[in-house]
């Protein structure tokens, strides 16, 4: 069964969402260091997962006498049929993620663990609120904390080619300052003929982009009828794929966009959750393919990209009666891209003995998110320590920035 808060957010945002659950916005200015003399030209994707990615699935600590015997049937094993990658002798990467793996191996890629926003309750509202507005607590703010450190960047010329899929931009950057733009593009329940004019148009300009609005009419069509619940694993994992190579085509050019959110619906692993293969597997293979599509279609430009991928808590440690886990606490956060110091798992780990866990059932959270994000925006885009514990994370002065993610 699938949470009920899901359910009706499902409800609710079906129809305005694009690409089973994918949206995707990007910043409409350059940063003035795009054009500047020692010929930086960073990149950065935020990528939100939206229904709590179970972090003990996804990086396994098989080095952990205690985790089989939690995971039960669906924990990930070194070695037999669909063995987990190993990153080193304690973690373990999901198998469904060979790429994310060889952009590990050489050392593209990053993970932190036990990781968990401020937020310690257990509702998905609230907890991709705190996420993307990057205050302490829900419901204090409507703009994202991507936003307010790009107002703190020095504005250059702007993007004609920022695209929004879906008529809302997610909250991550979001604000009402006139230094962002957006062209959104939606598919409002009276506007096929529009939505096949904006299908036409991009197949000129951008067959992957048009590909992926095409295929999200069709997703909208079918979300007409009687079955509200998501479908991860059905066509997520292509659409996924899809929305990254549009986004990396648009941000490779030379006047496209610099900063980039992404959001994935259907993470939300109550039932069926499946170990090695099933639910999950599915929905990280999408993920794996869409860091494969910017990779590829950034093209040099990887070199000096960061892409965070976030969600907004982690899953029980134990799972439930139904082959899945129920909401919980810390996770894992995933960094990609040529301008990563990579290659290696980032954790003060708390273990998994009973007395070691968040409430008694969760991964005790031992990372603040917002230090790693910090890290990320001071080293990558140059923010200052101040601007990002004042405006951008507000009240965050404890949560000092990662020093090292960022080469």
């Known amino acids: 069964m699938d949470c009920p808060e899901s359910l009706k957010s499902s409800a609710t945002s079906r129809r305005s969402l694009l690409l089973g659950g ?3 916005a990007a910043w409409a200015y350059l940063p003035k260091f795009a054009r500047a003399a020692d010929g930086r030209d960073p990149r950065l994707v935020v990528v939100i997962l939206r229904g709590a990615l179970d972090g003990l699935a996804t990086v396994a600590p098989v080095g952990d006498p205690d985790y089989a015997g ?9 070695d037999g049929p669909h063995a987990a990658l190993m990153l080193d002798s304690f973690f373990a990467l999901h198998p469904a993620m060979p790429e994310f793996a060889r952009m590990y191996r050489e050392k593209h890629a990053a993970i932190i663990h036990a ?5 310690r309750d257990r509702s998905h509202f609230d907890g991709q609120d705190v996420l993307e507005s990057g205050f302490a607590g829900p419901g204090r703010v409507q703009s994202g904390w991507l936003n307010r450190a790009l107002e703190a960047l020095p504005r250059g010329d702007r993007v004609t080619t920022a695209l929004a899929v879906g008529p809302t931009t997610p909250l991550v950057l979001r604000g009402a300052a006139p230094t962002v733009g957006w062209a959104p593009v939606a598919l409002p329940q009276a506007a096929d003929d529009t939505a096949m ?3 036409e148009l991009y197949s000129h300009r951008d067959p992957a982009l048009a590909s992926a609005l095409s295929q999200g009419l069709q ?3 079918s979300a007409q009828g009687d079955d509200m619940k998501p479908k991860p694993g059905t066509n997520g994992a292509g659409a996924m794929r899809l929305v990254a190579r549009g986004a ?5 050019a030379d006047d496209g966009p610099r900063i980039a959110a992404l959001a994935f619906d259907g993470w939300d692993t109550h039932a069926n959750e499946g170990g090695p293969v099933g639910r999950l597997a599915q929905l990280l293979s999408g993920l794996d393919g869409a860091l494969a599509e910017f990779e590829q279609g950034l093209g040099e430009r990887w070199r000096d990209t960061v892409i965070v991928v976030a969600t907004e808590f982690g899953r029980t440690a134990h799972i439930n ?10 996770t894992v956060a995933l960094l990609a891209g040529g301008a990563i110091k990579g290659g290696r798992v980032i954790s003060d780990w708390p273990g998994l003995k009973p007395a070691n866990l968040y409430q008694a059932r969760d991964l005790a959270p031992t990372t603040d998110l917002r230090a790693a994000l910090k890290g990320v925006l001071h080293d990558h885009l140059g923010l200052g320590e101040r601007v990002l514990a004042d405006n951008v994370f507000p009240d965050s002065a404890a949560a000092k920035p990662m020093k090292g993610l960022v080469g």
């Open 197 to 199: 004019r904006l299908v």
């Open 22 to 24: 994918a949206s995707f």
């Open 219 to 221: 997703l909208d069509k």
């Open 70 to 78: 939690l995971h039960g049937s669906i924990a990930l094993t070194p």
């Open 248 to 252: 990396a085509k648009l941000m490779a």
């Open 115 to 119: 990781v968990a926003t401020p937020y």
């Open 321 to 330: 009666g139904t082959e899945g886990t129920d909401h919980g606490t810390g």
